[in-house]
């Protein structure tokens, strides 16, 4: 399979007045495209910087990071919002929708920032929010929703342009487990059917088991590195 | 593009919307800023125009000669300066002047029906100054006829039936200082409550019955034909001049001789000036307004930083940001201004409907066009630019940092 997202000896350092702190340190990555890969580790971990690496929300301090062979840290940040909206979709724990906005347009929204005609916009809106079983939700404000139906709204926002990566961040953190079934499923056949490139971050390892990869980290480190199916780390 | 940014304005408005009582206190600061631009350039305008066209009724041979200088206006109208008849005298002999019209006046209780009233009478050469009165100075008559040269007859101006003796009419009589004269003519208005509220006799009446025989508040000179008006200003000057100091030994005489022109520049300039005083504070207002946009926009940016880094996640740009919440300032600035003018032409226009009716003088608001295009404009830049900084403020925010904001 062929590499999508390359971290070369990336480290993000964070100063907060005096004191530098190593978030990352030194990480070396590979994540082909079509996988589905699960970033594991405790609270303060470095987990979610890393995933706001690779969803091209932050740039590395030092070392690279290659998006199909091109380093991301040359890019303006212009042309990142624009890799973003095209290439990468997130679902965030706190669901993210914007208050204001219906279903619809909430799932509209990044097709109108690639610029996408109406009619268009309007059509794959609906034909995602249908197949996400959303049909009778869509002129309906997130605050009228439930966390379960919320959450597949922001999935099929994150669809709305196609990405090849969707990144997820403890998609089902706000979620009883039912329901959080429910999504990750939607996860599983996103990978399955669709081809999509999953990236889920999580310190829960019941999610890890929907996925093929796990990678562990701690301390800003990648400590192990292995197939789901070997269920080295769970306990 | 063009389709995105008719959703951004969709996105703008909605945001608004949602802040409704903050939005509307913030575009009610612009409404009162716009409102007192729109409402008092207007009536200043209204006022220029009035004046100006007063101004215009005084024929272009006819000279003003004040005492006093012109500088200092007030010294002079408070402090009772008059020309005296050997200003007059030296007037009347000046080259190149035809005849001169002293204005002579004084305040006399007048008797009408069972009513006395104070009014001021004027005093007026009919014989020699009809004509002037007529065809340089504006006076036209409502009704009646002019009055005869020597005879026991006023006309009054024509607010003095509808205010000043109410059902006044012509043909009946009035007494002043136990003397009865017969009113034969009301004139059109001449554009002043003072000017219309006159009464009006011939000057060798006027003299008996007040026995005011010397001097004159002012004077109108009127300019034989062929002569230049400024040139004749000068020689009045020079005149002027040489008399007062050999005949009183004054080193320093004091008076303003004045072509029609020049008074129309004067007053002209005044009333620019009057004008720019008004923008200038008028401005302010909106200044101020402005700058409740820009805090309401700082409050808002801060409120939404985490819609801010959800929307730049899932692709918007930097000008993307920067553009919705600039178009929301832009709004603020657009319906504060629409909002601003309405009640600015309507209170103009409410106030033009009133001195129709209580006239303290005569003015059309003028709520021009241009003056509307101008303040719509205006509040719309001001509500863009309050939102400049604010704006770029949103759109330069980290999206990790924003949406790690809690």
């Not at chain 2, 008399?243 to 005489?253: H, L, P, Q, V, W």
């Not at chain 2, 008076?255 to 401005?283: N, P």
């Not at chain 2, 940001?321 to 178009?327: D, R």
């Amino acid at each position: 399979m062929q590499s999508l997202i390359k971290l070369e000896n990336v480290s993000k350092i964070f100063r907060l007045g005096e004191i530098e702190l190593a978030v990352l340190k030194e990480i070396n990555l590979e994540i082909s495209s079509g996988s589905f890969v699960t970033i594991m580790g405790p609270s303060g971990s470095g987990k979610s910087t890393l995933m706001y690496l690779l969803g091209l929300l932050d740039i590395p301090s030092k070392g690279r990071i290659l998006l199909e062979g091109s380093d991301v840290s040359k890019f303006t940040e212009d042309e990142l919002a624009k890799f973003r909206g095209r290439k990468i979709g997130f679902v965030f724990q706190q669901f993210n929708l914007l208050p204001n906005l219906t279903a619809l347009e909430n799932v509209m929204l990044p097709m109108i920032f690639q610029g996408i005609d109406e009619d268009k916009r309007k059509e794959k809106a609906l034909s995602l929010l249908n197949s996400l079983n959303l049909d009778k939700r869509i002129n309906h404000r997130p605050s009228e929703l439930s966390g379960g139906e919320q959450q597949r709204i922001a999935i099929a926002r994150s669809l709305a342009n196609d990405p090849e990566i969707l990144i997820a961040d403890e998609p089902t953190g706000n979620l009883d487990s039912s329901t959080g079934k429910i999504i990750m499923e939607i996860f599983e056949k996103l990978h399955s059917e669709n081809k999509k490139t999953i990236i889920v971050v999580t310190h829960d390892p019941n999610i890890a088991r929907y996925s093929k990869e796990v990678i562990n980290i701690k301390d800003g480190q990648i400590v192990s590195n292995h197939l789901a199916s070997e269920k080295v780390l769970w306990k | 593009m063009k389709g995105s940014f008719k959703e951004y304005i969709k996105i703008a408005v909605k945001n608004l919307k949602t802040r409704k009582l903050r939005s509307w206190l913030t575009i009610i600061g612009v409404i009162i800023g716009v409102f007192l631009i729109v409402s008092l350039i207007s009536l200043s305008e209204g006022l220029k125009t009035a004046v100006l066209q007063q101004m215009r009724m005084m024929g272009k041979d006819l000279v003003m000669i004040i005492p006093g200088d012109i500088s200092d206006l007030m010294t002079t109208l408070i402090g009772g300066v008059e020309l005296t008849d050997d200003d007059i005298r030296t007037i009347k002999k000046t080259e190149g002047v035809d005849f001169v019209v002293p204005m002579i006046y004084k305040a006399e209780v007048m008797r009408y029906k069972n009513e006395k009233k104070t009014v001021i009478l004027y005093g007026n050469p009919w014989k020699e100054a009809l004509d002037v009165y007529q065809k340089d100075m504006g006076w036209t008559l409502k009704e009646g006829r002019w009055p005869i040269p020597g005879k026991e007859e006023i006309i009054v101006g024509s607010l003095v039936p509808e205010e000043i003796f109410p059902g006044l009419k012509v043909g009946t009589d009035a007494v002043i200082k136990g003397r009865r004269f017969e009113i034969v003519g009301v004139l059109n208005s001449l554009g002043s409550k003072q000017d219309d509220s006159m009464i009006a006799l011939d000057l060798t009446i006027f003299q008996d019955i007040t026995g005011k025989r010397e001097g004159a508040s002012m004077a109108f000179a009127k300019i034989k034909s062929g002569y230049s008006t400024d040139d004749v200003v000068e020689y009045i000057k020079d005149n002027l001049n040489e008399t007062r100091k050999r005949k009183r030994g004054e080193d320093s005489t004091s008076f303003s001789v004045l072509s029609s022109e020049k008074i129309t520049k004067i007053v002209g300039d005044i009333m620019i000036l009057i004008e720019a005083v008004i923008f200038g504070f008028a401005s302010i207002a909106i200044v101020v307004g402005g700058i409740g946009i820009m805090n309401t926009m700082y409050t808002s940016v801060r409120e939404r930083v985490k819609e801010i880094g959800i929307m730049k996640a899932i692709g918007a740009k930097n000008s993307t940001i920067n553009l919705i919440f600039l178009i929301e300032s832009g709004i603020f600035g657009m319906i504060g201004g629409i909002g601003g003018t309405l009640l600015g032409v309507g209170l103009a226009k409410s106030i033009e409907l009133y001195l129709q009716f209580h006239p303290l003088f005569y003015m059309k608001a003028s709520a021009s066009p241009g003056l509307i295009t101008f303040s719509l404009a205006f509040s719309f830049l001001v509500g863009c630019a309050s939102g400049f900084f604010p704006a770029r403020s949103a759109s330069k925010l980290k999206p990790v940092d924003a949406l790690r904001y809690e």
